[in-house]
């Protein structure tokens, strides 16, 4: 009869060996690592779709309010006839000159102007979304000097003085709570929308004066109570512009080609001012003929350190004898949320699989000190709760904003994760343990996103910490033996 050999029986085999192998357990969970960029993809996805809702509803409701507004002038304006010959054939052929007359305007800038501005910026809901829109009122004083036509190569008598008329630019009219009214010389005069006769800026609108006596030389006086959302912008056109705005907000960004002199920016108010002269203006003091939009604006930048967002706005063609302006020419004032919920939880997300490479890390390290397999269909599992958590800080904030959102969304994700850990191991200090590293992690996201300026050094510094953790821990380890079967 043949002895049986107890060493061949106790033997493993190559199958008992692979799935035993702490090296192939350890790519196997790299491998998962990277399935799990799939879900994760899925859920910035949804982020940008919210996002992007958010953006749409914003726009909505301000081109009910009042959209970004641009305010210009004032500007004079001076008509005169301007007549030429026209060559043309008539119909049997026989060629014909004809005298044709057109109104043209002569233009004259101001000489000095004050813009002072009380903007008071508030949340605008509809549904779950909100957008910052804005009541600003708004004096503008300054005064005109006299019109020199020496260089237009017109004199007095061709100027139609009592068709005179100013202009001021509103970018979107429908903002305007009251006509404005133009006061000067003990006189005033209403706005009205007029882009037949003009086009200066986006939506022109003008009010008639008397200058009989044949002189421009004035003091001026506008009044505006104006609604806006998100951006409010003036367009400097005087020879000397000065601007002050205050307002109730607590993070203004100002924008634009001009940075203010003086600012003081509080908890809930801030104030700004300006004085800008106008040797970076893109056109002269005084010109005749309408050559067009004095300025194009193209976009208005809406801060997001996740995403840059732009509100497009038409472009104008450039014009042969007027450089057009742009928003390096203009004062800006953007009263954006610095951070909302969903550009916060596009910056958790970004770090969604860091944490589950350490989550994963720490799990499989539990599983080698205590001896205790862990199955990977339990880290996919595993990893499923952790991509989930990013679905329930979105949805929850929502509802009762990003701070409680990632309390109540951490809080869950942790508790399911540590009773599934305790499970698995039947241990209830691993579980413990394990709740406690899961916790470390959320708050040190949290903790990266109240940072700006040090979030890089910090969050590298805080990955090299954890990662020299991981190395000591792993010095204990006798990893030889865990790969014996018992």
């Not at 357990?25 to 992007?52: G, T």
């Not at 068709?163 to 429908?174: H, L, R, T, Y």
């Not at 450039?318 to 953007?334: C, G, R």
């Amino acid at each position: 009869m043949k002895e049986s050999n107890p060493e061949a029986e106790v033997r493993p085999s190559l199958f008992d060996r692979l799935t035993n192998s702490t090296v192939l357990k350890l790519c196997v969970i790299l491998i998962l690592v990277l399935f799990m960029l799939i879900p994760l993809s899925w859920i910035n996805d949804l982020i940008s779709e919210r996002k992007y809702r958010e953006h749409a509803v914003g726009t909505e409701v301000a081109s009910k309010w009042g959209g970004s507004q641009v305010l210009s002038g004032p500007i004079i304006g001076v008509p005169y006839i301007h007549q030429y010959n026209s060559t043309f054939t008539d119909d049997k052929g026989n060629v014909k000159t004809e005298l044709i007359s057109e109104k043209e305007f002569v233009f004259l800038v101001a000489n000095k102007q004050e813009v002072t501005s009380v903007v008071s910026p508030e949340y605008l809901k509809r549904g779950i979304y909100q957008t910052v829109v804005y009541n600003a009122e708004i004096d503008l004083k300054g005064d005109f000097q006299q019109l020199d036509l020496t260089n237009l190569e017109l004199h007095d008598d061709m100027l139609l003085w009592d068709q005179a008329k100013v202009f001021i630019g509103i970018s979107d009219v429908k903002g305007l709570k009251a006509v404005p009214v133009f006061n000067y010389g003990g006189k005033e005069s209403s706005f009205q929308l007029r882009n037949s006769e003009v086009d200066l800026f986006e939506n022109t609108l003008a009010a008639d004066i008397d200058l009989s006596d044949r002189s421009t030389i004035l003091d001026f006086h506008i009044g505006l109570d104006l609604r806006g959302a998100r951006t409010f912008t003036i367009f400097p056109t005087a020879n000397e512009t000065s601007i002050a705005v205050s307002g109730n907000w607590a993070n203004p960004s100002f924008t634009g080609g001009f940075l203010p002199e003086d600012r003081e920016v509080t908890h809930d108010q801030f104030t700004a001012s300006w004085r800008i002269p106008s040797f970076s203006r893109k056109f002269s003091q005084q010109w005749k003929k309408d050559t067009g939009r004095l300025y194009s604006v193209t976009n208005y930048r809406q801060y997001d350190d996740v995403y840059a967002s732009y509100g497009e706005y038409q472009t104008v063609e450039a014009s042969a004898t007027i450089d057009k302006a742009t928003e390096q020419d203009m004062v800006q004032i953007n009263f954006l949320e610095s951070m909302n919920s969903y550009q916060k939880t596009s910056r958790v997300a970004k770090y969604g699989v860091l944490v589950i490479l350490l989550t994963f890390t720490s799990l499989f390290f539990t599983e080698i000190v205590k001896r205790k397999r862990v199955h990977i269909i339990q880290y996919v599992l595993i990893g499923c709760a952790m991509t989930l958590f990013y679905s329930l800080l979105l949805a929850i904030s929502e509802h009762v904003g990003f701070n409680w959102s990632y309390l109540l969304s951490a809080c869950a994700t942790v508790i399911l994760i540590a009773l599934f850990i305790y499970g698995i191991t039947k241990d209830r200090k691993t579980g413990f343990i394990f709740s406690g590293i899961l916790t470390l992690f959320y708050v040190f996201i949290f903790f990266l996103l109240q940072l700006q300026d040090y979030a890089l050094i910090v969050g590298t510094l805080g990955v090299f910490i954890i990662l020299a953790v991981l190395m000591r821990v792993s010095l204990r380890i006798d990893w030889y033996s865990f790969d014996r079967v018992k």
